[in-house]
């Protein structure tokens, strides 16, 4: 008998290396294999995601607003926007109440990378001080802000400034 089960041992043996009996334990696998679907997902994700954003903001145009002013109090701004990439350009004009002698303007160079825009305000007449603008732009149409005179400036000016596009 016991050369019986010795003879089976061999076969049953033989026939798990000839591929014809599956055993029922599972191979282990490997980090990679267990892991790798994910992190070539996860890649492919971080890579469209890196994609230029096509969201950007566009200001060319004319934008009107309002500004509230430390010196001169509430008044409205206009700005024509030219813009190519990030950069833009254009003309500002301010109005306060009292006539033409509280209006002001000039060209204007600056920035967006959304939501920022920044601005530097020049003014047409011969004045030393320009104007620097923070803003954010909440939608494609409508920016806030604050601004304030360069620094070294005889007269110390700022304000806000709520300004949509025409």
């Known amino acids: 008998m016991e050369r019986d089960k010795t003879v089976v041992t061999q076969e049953h043996r033989a026939e798990e290396h000839s591929g ?3 055993k029922r ?9 267990r892991y790798g ?5 996860a890649l492919a994700l971080a890579i469209v995601g890196c994609g230029g954003d096509d969201d950007e903001i566009n200001l060319t145009g004319r934008w009107t607003g309002t500004v509230q002013d430390s010196v001169s109090g509430a008044g409205s701004i ?3 926007f030219s813009q190519n990439d990030k950069q833009v350009a254009g003309t500002w004009t301010i109005a306060f109440p009292g006539g033409t002698t509280n209006t002001n303007g000039g060209t204007l160079t600056g920035t967006v990378s959304d939501p920022a825009i920044t601005l530097i305000l020049a003014f047409s007449q011969s004045q030393s001080c320009s104007f620097t603008v923070a803003a954010n732009s909440d939608d494609d149409n409508h920016f806030t802000g604050t601004y304030a005179t360069s620094p070294g400036c005889p007269l110390p000016e700022s304000g806000t400034l709520d300004v949509r596009r025409q």
């Open 25 to 33: 334990r599972t191979m282990p696998r490997t980090p990679w294999r």
């Open 20 to 22: 014809c009996v599956q």
């Open 78 to 80: 206009v700005f024509m």
């Open 37 to 41: 679907g994910s992190l070539v997902l």
